[in-house]
């Protein structure tokens, strides 16, 4: 018996720590020291990186990725830019055509684990390491690497020489560790969009000529011995000869990026309650105007994001000019400067979002580009609108998904960003049906129950990796309602929402509407109704699988609670216990929040000649 009961508990044990570890995070830190030649665009350096295996697997290799390769002709980033339907306007065939000295590259010189040299293979942009010994669950291990790269032109997010005259864009600069986690190794090629990173922190030391001034990731730790604006800011100040060696620190983040231009100015404005935000810009004629203004925009999105979203983590953030448009970096984003004020404003709010979804959060974009880029693009919109006072119906995004379905390129949204088979589908899926989703569930869950949850959303899961249930798993404990149906049918299909009132048919003292779900995509439905007096009443049919109701979002408006629809019912016919002849007019999802493929089914003005039909078959 004693036995019995030891097996028991040692079971019970095993079992409460194998449930305990299932949402573990591994753990990388980084010390880097590299140096920048600004001659030869090439970058040379050390990696000291500290690994730590909080997995219960015991793992026999390592990947790393090398993102500079994906610049040279006869990549993978090369071939689906001129295979594909849809090139992207800023790459198309330019990475065939560069010269020795403009590919980007990245080479290993040596690598060991703790002293020891081990064996390693280049796959593309994946780095494949076979471990000297295994790293054991719960057991830490030490890679020492040199290495050397080379800054291709500027053709896609990172590289040297953009279109507006900035000298380096330096992200997916350096060798990193891919993300191991429930699902194993996460060791993309790098084929056109989206990353995936280890929580860790970044300790690096970049030396470059004095002339540029550096804005990135992290804190500068160096600040007196930094003298390029850090003293005065948007001052430009005696720079000492030689070279200066910058040195950032970055704590608990997925990834480390920077910027470098002799140009730079570098200003700074406060957010009330934090951050500190950075920004750095060359000043002209086409800047400095609208960077200026872009401060105090800056200021308000951080305040709506913290208030309505959760609180921003960290005490600094940068606003840099460079890259090729708009990329969201760890604690800071790189833009294209040269734009109207109203087109900086919106760059600015959607990259700078990216630090709660992708920055915080950190959920898989490359797996799941619209948990991501959708969230991201909905709270930008939605900070915009109140910044600038204006209603919000989130229209382009559903104009988007519309414009989708009538293509008839429509794809599932999950799936690899880089596995779409056009760039629309991949573009729409990820912004336009991502935010659709967060709007469309507000109109399942109702309004008060989304805000809460979208701060429990981030409030549990910062810092963590969250997939898509985990999502929904919030919002289903909020709201109190079933809702992994919707998550399935939204990303795993797709199939369209499409209802409309099919008849109307009344007796003496009552009407009789009949509903019908002309699409495979099962909702609850809201419909108004509009009676002859001006007066409105809204009857909510709740769909069966949400077992639950949505609360009334208005107290003004006069609700009617009916019975379920099951979804496998194609019809639906609800009771008005008033004649006809009293009814105006009816509704199907009057706030439009529904992305209903066809609206014009929705609506029914009640003629005089229906109006005067009664059923004969009713009595």
Known sequence: MYRLILLCITLLSVTLISAQDYRWQQRAEYTMDVRLDVKTHKVTGTQKLVYYNNSPDTLHKVYYHLYFNAFQPGSMMDVRSRTIADPDGRVTDRISKLKGDEIGYQRVQSLKQDGKDIHYHVEGTILEVTLAKPILPKAKTTFDMKFESQVPVQIRRSGRNSREGIAYSMTQWYPKLAEYDFQGWHAYQYVAREFHGVWGDFDVKITIDPTFVIGGTGKLQNPDKIRHGYEKAGTKVSRPSGELTWHFLAKNVTDFAWAADPDYVHEIALVPDGPEVHFFYQPGEKTTENWTKLKEYTVKHFQFMNKTFGKYPYDIYSVIQGGDGGMEYAMCTLITGERSLSSLVGVMAHEVSHSWYQGVLASNESLYAWFDEGFTDFSADESMASI???????????????????????????????????????????????????????????????????????????????????????????????????????????????????????????????????GEFPMPIDLLV??????????????????????????????????????????????????????????????????????????????????????????
């Open 388 to 518: 600038l006072n204006e209603p919000n119906d989130h229209s382009g995004s559903y104009n988007g998904y519309f414009a989708l379905v009538r293509s008839g390129l429509q794809e599932p949204m999950n799936q690899h960003s880089d596995h779409f088979t056009t760039n629309r589908a991949y573009g729409t899926s990820a912004y336009s049906m991502g935010a659709v989703f967060l709007h469309q569930l507000k109109y399942i869950i109702g309004e008060a129950n989304f805000y809460k949850g979208m701060l429990r959303y981030y409030n549990t899961w910062k810092f963590r990796h969250p997939e898509p249930i985990d999502f929904i798993r919030v919002m289903e404990k909020t709201s109190g309602m079933q809702l992994k149906w919707y998550l399935s049918y939204w990303v795993n299909t797709t199939k369209r929402i499409d209802y409309g009132i099919k008849n109307v048919l009344s007796d003496t003292d009552a009407t009789f509407v009949t509903l019908e779900r002309v």
């Open 530 to 619: 509009t009676y002859a007096d001006g007066t409105t009443e809204l009857f909510y049919i709740p769909m069966n699988e949400m077992l639950g109701n949505k609360p009334a979002e208005s107290t003004t408006q006069s609700r009617v609670e009916l019975e379920t629809w099951p979804w496998v019912n194609p019809t639906y016919t609800l009771k008005i216990n008033k004649p006809v002849k009293s009814i105006s007019k009816l509704e199907i999802d009057p706030s439009m929040r529904m992305a209903d493929i066809n609206r014009k089914n929705n609506l029914m003005e009640l003629s005089a000649e229906m109006k005067a039909y009664e059923d004969p078959t009713r009595k």
